[in-house]
């Protein structure tokens, strides 16, 4: 047990300060709502291989995005939920020829919920990472993006179908 | 700064949070010297669609492995190392049809470094989870996993190329 207890208190103090740095670098938000962290370091919601764009893509999401797809509450997904995109062109493993991997990275993309704010595009922002900064797109080119998820407006337009309960 | 402050506080309170969550469940490693915690929650160190399996894998690390990898520090990979394979079976998006995705969850497996204790097989452990379990191989089944490896020896016998520095 004493090793336990220690071993957490090592664990929380660990992931704490990754915490610390993550966000101390990153903006804190849109009008003071919301956080934009490093989605490097968010858990898996998804993955896909979208065939027809030969690239491989993980989807992950931040806190309160995870605790909504793990508890079902994305009808809809709460303000605040970060999902974000990562892209990479795909790539047969050089030692595995049946395995496609990601190759170089294309792009990290990123909705964003707030139902106001976002109102006109079913509650979501629309950008990408620049680096460790989150871009937000302009309504114009958000309204592009908003029209792609248009099928899957009964899923709170959201394509992933979160992996873990 | 006030509101960052207080997110950063209520943001580093909840990781901890979840992180005694996820640990007091979980088993305290074997001999007390590693962690086996909640995969679903760890960081992607890269994606998978291995077509000859029609199966999609996210493959994930706790934080010794994330470390590792982002630092380059990984030949070897450090003792303490866990990367966890998850894996479904494939399907096709029923809203985008050139999308393969996640389907039923078939398992998450596991490696675990520790030099010392898996020296007969290159230094790494291989098990399951079952649940928030990590079952780890007895020797036997350990050769099996090791020697489909070897042909990634040069890299540790690890497969994945993580995607991040």
């Known amino acids: 047990m004493k090793t336990s207890s220690m071993t957490l208190g090592i664990l929380v103090a660990g992931l704490s300060a990754v915490s ?3 966000y101390a670098e990153t903006p804190a938000g849109q009008g003071g709502k919301m956080e934009y962290g490093e989605y490097k370091d968010w858990p898996v919601l998804g993955v ?5 764009k030969n690239t491989l893509r993980a989807i992950v ?3 309160i995005a995870i605790k909504a797809a793990r508890s079902g509450n994305t009808q809809p997904w ?18 595995w020829p049946s395995a496609i991997v990601p190759g170089e990275f294309s792009a990290a993309e990123a909705m964003v919920k707030d139902s106001k704010k976002y109102a006109e595009t079913g509650g ?26 248009m099928p899957v ?11 873990y309960q």
Chains 1, 2 share one sequence.
């Open 61 to 63: 999401g931040n806190e």
């Open 20 to 22: 610390i740095a993550a």
């Open 78 to 95: 709460p303000d605040g939920s970060i999902i974000a995109k990562v892209v990479w062109k795909q790539r047969v493993h050089p030692h």
């Open 124 to 149: 979501w922002g629309f950008g990408h990472w620049e680096g460790r900064k989150l871009v937000m797109n302009n309504k114009e080119k958000s309204a592009e993006c908003f029209a792609c998820h």
């Open 48 to 52: 896909s291989h979208r065939t027809e």
């Open 153 to 163: 407006k009964d899923a709170d337009y959201v394509y992933t179908l979160p992996v």
